[in-house]
Every structure is written in structure tokens, then in C-alpha cells.
């Protein structure tokens, strides 16, 4: 089993920054993909990030076109983590933000290419 904890969310306001973690436990593994994925009030969970294995083009990343330019998806692998700095929030980013693990060493948009989910981090962006 794997079990995946996101930490560091909150509020913040408009142009702002916060950084979000995702340590995973359990039968973790540097050659899976990891993604982030978010879901606003009354809407279907989105796609935002993802980065592939280290072994998949040195950990490439892919971004939501939404968040491209803003958002950086990195990875710690001595520490089994995930980030997600987010730069320049907007109201419209208000959402719970959720890592996944993929079953796959390429990243994917797809939720049906994730396997593990965590319980999600609250981030809200005031105006």
C-alpha cells in the first residue's frame, strides 16, 4: 500500500505564493509518475501538474495550460515528496488540492492513470 499526505495549504491573497507537499509512506517507488490535481466547489476534479519519474526524460513535467507559467511541479526522491509552488494565485485557483500516484513512470493528465490518491490540502486565494 501507499499512503500520500498533502500538507501546506491555506489562504492567501491575490498574487500570492504557497508551497504544497505531498510526502509519500508505504511501498513507495522513485520510478512512478506523480501528479497534482484540484477540484473547486460544485466542480469536477482538474488536472494542474505532473512529473514523470526520474528514469521517464530526467522527471519532465506537464502543466494544466491554466496554471503553465505559474505553477512548478519538483520532486524530492530521498524524501519520497512532491511539491507544487504555486506563484501568483488567483480567486480562480481556490480549490482542494490532491497528489496522486501514477501507474506509470510518464506523467499523464488522466485521472484514470493514477492509482493512489491523497485526502487533499484546502488552498484558498482571496481577492
Known amino acids: 500500500q501507499v499512503q500520500l499526505v498533502e500538507s501546506g495549504g491555506g489562504l492567501v491573497q491575490a498574487g500570492g505564493s504557497l508551497r504544497i507537499s505531498c510526502a509519500a509512506s508505504?511501498?513507495?517507488?522513485?520510478?512512478?509518475?506523480m501528479g497534482w490535481f484540484r477540484q473547486a466547489p460544485g466542480k469536477d476534479r482538474e488536472f494542474v501538474a505532473s512529473i514523470a519519474a526520474n528514469s521517464w526524460s530526467g522527471g519532465r513535467t506537464y502543466y494544466a495550460d491554466s496554471v503553465k507559467g505559474r505553477f512548478t511541479c519538483s520532486r524530492d526522491n530521498t524524501k519520497s515528496t512532491v511539491y507544487l509552488q504555486m506563484n501568483s494565485l488567483k480567486p480562480e485557483d481556490t480549490a482542494v488540492y490532491y497528489c496522486?500516484?501514477?501507474?506509470?513512470?510518464?506523467?499523464?493528465?488522466?485521472?484514470?492513470?493514477?492509482?493512489?490518491w491523497g485526502q487533499g490540502t484546502q488552498v484558498t486565494v482571496s481577492s
Open positions: 508505504g511501498r513507495t517507488s522513485i520510478t512512478y509518475a
Open positions: 496522486a500516484r501514477a501507474r506509470y513512470g510518464y506523467g499523464s493528465s488522466s485521472m484514470g492513470d493514477y492509482d493512489y
